[in-house]
């Protein structure tokens, strides 16, 4: 079955760096759009970013746009996230998730039908 597992959250001060993982199993990785998105404590979850099949287009949310990037190895069938100059309001749950097709990556949640379970990133001031 479809698997997504997140890995390499944690507790960083304010501008530093982390890079998540999201190891995907159970089906063709290089088949589909992925993307991530974040959860906040009592705030709803939003997009973060995402990439089509191949890599080579990627859409940000205004936000983190400029100090996070998405690559993905479709060989490794792994999605980064790539997060630098990290500030508070980035403290989230962060989740990858697999769109519905291979070129879509927007916002919508409802785009997405698999979803990881998520990987807490702490930031510090």
């Known amino acids: 079955q479809v698997q997504l597992v997140e890995s390499g959250g944690g507790l960083v001060q304010a501008g530093g760096s982390l890079r998540l993982s999201c190891a995907a199993s159970?089906?063709?990785?290089?088949?589909?759009?992925m993307g991530w998105f974040r959860q906040a404590p009592e705030k709803e979850r939003e997009f973060v970013g995402g990439?089509?099949?191949?890599?080579?287009?990627?859409a940000y949310a205004d936000s983190v746009k400029g100090r996070f990037t998405i690559p993905r190895d479709n060989a490794k069938n792994t999605l980064y996230l790539q997060m630098n100059t990290l500030k508070p309001e980035d403290t989230a749950i962060y989740y990858c998730?697999?769109?519905?097709?291979?070129?879509?990556?927007?916002?919508?949640?409802?785009?997405?039908?698999?979803w990881g379970q998520g990987t807490q990133v702490t930031v510090s001031s």
């Open positions: 159970g089906f063709t990785f290089s088949n589909y759009a």
């Open positions: 990439i089509n099949w191949l890599g080579g287009t990627t």
């Open positions: 998730a697999r769109s519905k097709w291979s070129s879509t990556y927007n916002g919508r949640p409802d785009d997405y039908n698999y």
